[in-house]
């Protein structure tokens, strides 16, 4: 993760590190520092700076054992490209990372942001797949995938994605609506099925919780929403300060 600065995939750099998801527009998030102190001693595995250590790295963190050179990855709803990055560096050249978004603007924009930090070679000669399409249903051509990433929560598991698990293979995936936990479906050499909870019960005004698998209508509505609301507080807040300042 050293090799991969966070602060290029946000909107505004200068909230690159700040503890707080950043917004990427389209109704899509980018997930925020906040991790429990226990990973400290996995995350020197990444030779990462500790102070900057985020969701992404607990995500990695967890998935470790499978994310070995030659290792092929699924990356649902990339978003920044960030942690689509984040495992490459990881599986390396022998293997295979597909990012998946089905929001085409953020697709391009995570392909042209790892063309600007030196991985333009891994784009061209198909190291790196960045795919536009609806993370749900996976990506079987690149398949199967020795790890999948989720990164928004879904109610169930998506079929297709756990067709898609090698055996091994292991998916790290939030589970729920308003309350979510964070679940790892492992899948064994017999392609026998299990999970595991690893964070339960995020609560709905967390800032961990994730955002939910949805489809792209709805995200937009959604966000659009937000966005508006945002807005209108905004204008709240200053007519305050302007009364106030006249009072």
Do not use: C
């Amino acid at each position: 993760m050293a090799k991969t600065d966070r602060g290029k995939f946000v909107v505004n750099p200068r909230y690159g590190y700040k503890d707080l998801p950043q917004k990427l527009g389209y109704g899509a998030t980018m997930s925020g520092p906040q991790m429990v102190r226990e990973l400290k001693s996995v995350f020197s595995l990444f030779l990462v700076n500790v102070r900057f250590a985020i969701q992404h790295a607990f995500t990695a963190s967890t998935l470790l054992p499978y994310l070995t050179p030659g290792s092929r990855v699924l990356d649902v709803g990339s978003g920044s490209g960030y942690l689509t990055a984040v495992f490459h560096h990881l599986v390396g050249r022998e293997g295979l990372v597909v990012g998946i978004d089905h929001v085409p603007e953020l697709i391009e924009r995570s392909k042209r942001i790892l063309e600007e930090i030196g991985l333009e070679r891994e784009l061209r000669y198909g190291r790196i797949l960045f795919v536009n399409g609806d993370g749900r249903d996976g990506y079987p051509e690149g398949g199967p995938y020795d790890v999948i990433h989720v990164g928004a929560a879904s109610p169930v598991p998506p079929p297709k994605l756990i067709q898609q698990l090698a055996s091994p293979g292991k998916m790290f995936i939030p589970i729920g609506g308003e309350y979510q936990n964070i679940v790892i479906i492992s899948k064994d050499e017999n392609g026998r099925v299990g999970t595991e909870i690893i964070v339960p019960f995020i609560e709905p005004l967390s800032p961990a919780k994730f955002d939910l698998l949805r489809d792209l209508d709805k995200q937009l509505e959604e966000g659009e929403k937000k966005e508006k609301e945002k807005e209108k507080e905004g204008f709240g807040r200053r007519e305050v300060l302007k009364m106030r300042s006249h009072s």
